[in-house]
């Protein structure tokens, strides 16, 4: 009986490591420190983000905050609590991707009542292109879906960049402008007799480097500001669509070409077309 006891206590025990071996230790590496912030009841306080603020979330409901209708890369904050309230956070994940973690606190008196982001080093990497968008009416919300609408039903200007492969065409139909932000509209035609499912769209800049008689190519990612229209992801067959991509406006070197890839969900059909530095330098004002 003793035995068996023991034999138990033992199993018991290796189950216990075995189940602590799968629990990993948190480290300093794998740690993002907070912001600290004060909020009060009789004053508001703003922070402005690199990029447009795609989601929030508030820690209690002693503190409210939204994005500015406006201005979406700012966020308003404010404590409803009269008196101080135990310490609570606030997250906010911007149109970049990246996550920001703030402690807040109550103090009848806040040090300061305005945060501006944009200048601050996030992950030794921040885009030269994150600005605050008060600054670019362009990027603001309403203003781009305004101006991504009207590049949507603009006239084909652009008629030689285009490429096609087993029924399918992915063109080129014109690049237009608006302060920072430039679109590129895209015509994709099926004339084949099966659905063309859109797997991906994306945009990079490809540089050709030559190295003695080899060559190379380097491909940059361009992350697109928005893409109209994102849900229609299907060309049907004898049918058109219509896309817009909104990115940063840029200008190239001779060497280089903006690519814009389209792929087949669960299909070989892919579609690649190549933007030289001429076309974009005659991109026309919205």
């Known amino acids: 009986m003793k035995q068996i006891l023991f034999l138990l206590l033992s199993l018991g025990s290796l189950s216990s490591q075995a189940q602590l071996a799968f629990v990993l230790p948190m480290t300093n590496s794998t740690i993002r420190p907070s912001y600290a912030l004060q909020v009060s009841t009789n004053k508001t306080t703003h922070i402005i983000f690199p990029y447009e603020i795609r989601y929030a979330d508030l820690g209690s ?9 406006k201005a979406g890369n700012v966020f308003r904050l404010k404590a409803i609590a009269q008196n101080p309230f135990m ?79 087993q029924g399918v065409n992915l063109y080129l139909k014109n690049i237009l402008y608006k302060d920072d932000v430039m ?38 990612p361009v992350d697109p500001i928005k893409v109209f229209d994102a849900s229609e992801n299907v060309i ?9 991509i909104a990115i940063e406006r ?18 070989g059909r892919q ?4 933007i030289g530095p001429e076309e974009l330098a005659t991109a026309r004002p919205l």
């Open 61 to 69: 409901k002693d503190i409210a905050g939204e994005a500015v209708e």
């Open 87 to 165: 310490e609570t956070n606030l997250t906010v994940v911007t149109a970049d991707g990246r996550l920001f973690s703030f402690l807040v606190s109550y103090k009848e008196h806040p040090d300061a009542v305005t945060y501006d982001l944009t200048k601050v080093l996030l992950d030794r990497d921040v885009s030269k292109s994150a600005k605050v968008s008060s600054g670019s009416q362009a990027r603001l919300a309403d203003n781009l879906n305004r101006q991504g609408e009207m590049a949507m039903h603009s006239r084909r200007k652009i008629r030689h960049i285009g490429y096609k492969s």
């Open 183 to 220: 679109y590129l509209v895209l015509g994709m035609e099926n004339s084949s007799k099966l659905n063309y499912d859109i797997d991906y769209l994306r945009t990079y800049v490809m540089q050709q480097k030559q190295a003695g008689e080899s060559s190379a190519t380097q491909d940059v």
């Open 236 to 244: 049907p067959r004898h049918d058109e669509l219509t896309k817009v």
């Open 250 to 267: 840029l200008t190239l070197e001779r060497d280089r070409r903006l690519v814009v890839q389209m792929g087949e969900e669960s299909g």
């Open 271 to 274: 579609l690649t077309i190549a």
